[in-house]
């Protein structure tokens, strides 16, 4: 069976497993409770299987993904206080798509 972690709860990863990735689900949330944060790690969990992802992103909130992060200052503290490791600093393909088809694809 193929698991996808997309969060951490203390000394626990939650995964989502392979198959029930296809179901209809729902991220919800007061604000500053991790919503977009799970979002961000379940695409690039399934982008790190080969998996491709569409997310529509209207705020912008999604589309750093596309550049890898840097281990210093709060972000680097955060890491650390958190023991994540330098897989949350990578980067993922993007491909930004424009409905009106004047900047991106």
């Not at 596309?66 to 600093?89: Q, T």
């Amino acid at each position: 069976m193929i698991t996808f972690p997309i969060a951490r709860a203390g000394a626990a990863t939650l995964e989502i497993q392979g198959k029930m990735a296809n179901r209809h689900g729902l991220i919800a949330g007061a604000t500053g409770t991790g919503k977009t944060v799970t979002l961000r790690r379940m695409a690039e969990a399934f982008s790190n299987q080969g998996v491709p992802v569409f997310l529509a992103d209207v705020k912008g909130d999604l589309s750093g993904i596309v550049n890898a992060g840097a281990d210093s200052g709060k972000v680097g503290e955060r890491i650390a206080e958190f023991g994540l490791g330098a897989a949350w600093l990578q980067s993922f393909p993007v491909r930004f798509w424009d409905v009106f088809g004047e900047a991106g694809i």
